[in-house]
């Protein structure tokens, strides 16, 4: 979904900063963009999910004198599987990536922004926020923190100018699966989205300074089907879909 926020903005002649942990693909993305729509775009390989990773970035940005108008949190993965079956590191560095990362670059980024008094923060949640997913345990708990953190700081940080958007996707065709190593169910498949509409949803409700936004009808009538249903039956329902 990176690649379609970044080409959504570029279109919109916003310049860019690129992080995420592999230099080659970033350094294609922004010859490409550079090309197609004359922005500049600077490429920052970084592994958020080392601690410090957020004040590190935050450090080359300065250096180079770059101000962050538009944060758009997106980097973050899934584990599935049983929770006791999973080593436990790479639960513990999802936590740290999807929860810890995003965080501190929210505070980090966020202050200057307030300091400024105007900004906005895209954070990525999911459709899986909303309720426990027996097979994406830990994962769907990250997204739970994640949904919870935008929508409050949607209303901190309004007054001082900063605009917090909480976008919630459902089961979106990206590297997810493969790097969740989840099977996609038949159902699944039915419910995916391309990752296009689903950024361009995020990034159109930051613009309208909504708190948070689900992509597509199918994933709206699955959440407020939540309201309805005890929530046994929704662990029960998210589980099956989840392939759990
Ligand atoms: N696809 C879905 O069904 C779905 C549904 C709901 C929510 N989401 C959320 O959407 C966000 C984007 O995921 P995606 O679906 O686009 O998956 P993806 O295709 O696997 O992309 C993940 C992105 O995060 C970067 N990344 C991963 N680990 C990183 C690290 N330690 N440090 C810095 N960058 C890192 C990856 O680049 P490198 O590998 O180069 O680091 C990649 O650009 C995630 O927060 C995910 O939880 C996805």
Redesign the pocket.
Known sequence: ??LEYAELLAAQKVNLVL????RE?MEKLAAELRQKYGVEVVVEP????VPGAAAHLKGSLDDQSLEIDILVN?????LHGDFLDTPLERTSDMIQ??ITAVTELSFIFGQDMAARGAGQILL?A??LSFQPVPGFSAYAAT?SYVLSFGEALHDELRPRGVTVTCLC????E???DA?ASAPVSPVLRFLTMK?RPTAATGLRALAKGKASVLPGFMNNIIVFSNRLTPRSMQRAVMKSVTGG
């Open positions: 979904m990176g992080a995420a942990r592999r693909p970084i592994d958020l999910a997106n980097a973050g993965y899934g990536l999807n990525i999911s459709i997204k996707p459902g089961h979106t990206t590297g997810f790097a990752p």
